[in-house]
């Protein structure tokens, strides 16, 4: 069964740090670009950084740039979202999707066909 499993969300203090982790079951996320997304309450979903299977990243956020970074673990079938000094505005729940494989470059939303269940972050003092 092909699946996506977020983790690594919770509660922290403004300017602290998070790592979500996205693993894969089913699967192998090598061969494929990997995106995680966020929703905020009363927002659309949105891009939040992408990993291409060639491992350049993008981060479509500007207010993330900096903060954020995406990586890899082929070994680990699993990519992080490092979150660093994160904001108030950073609250949301964070998705992690897959392309079809072989779809190597990132792209749209739209292009992404496997998607995790989320995790919720809540930044506030």
């Known amino acids: 069964q092909v699946q996506l499993v977020e983790s690594g969300g919770g509660l922290v203090q403004p300017g602290g740090s998070l790592r979500l982790s996205c693993a894969a079951s089913?699967?192998?996320?090598?061969?494929?670009?990997i995106g995680w997304f966020r929703q905020a309450p009363g927002k659309e979903r949105e891009g939040v950084s992408c990993?291409?299977?060639?491992?350049?990243?993008?981060y479509s956020a500007d207010s993330v740039k900096g903060r954020f970074t995406i990586s890899r673990d082929n070994a680990k079938n699993t990519v992080y979202l490092q979150m660093n000094s994160l904001k108030p505005e950073d609250t949301a729940v964070y998705y992690c999707?897959?392309?079809?494989?072989?779809?190597?470059?990132?792209?749209?939303?739209?292009?992404?066909?496997?998607w995790g269940q989320g995790t919720q972050v809540t930044v506030s003092s």
């Open positions: 089913g699967f192998t996320l090598d061969n494929r670009a």
């Open positions: 990993i291409s299977s060639t491992d350049v990243t993008t």
């Open positions: 999707a897959a392309k079809s494989r072989l779809f190597r470059v990132c792209g749209p939303m739209s292009e992404y066909n496997y």
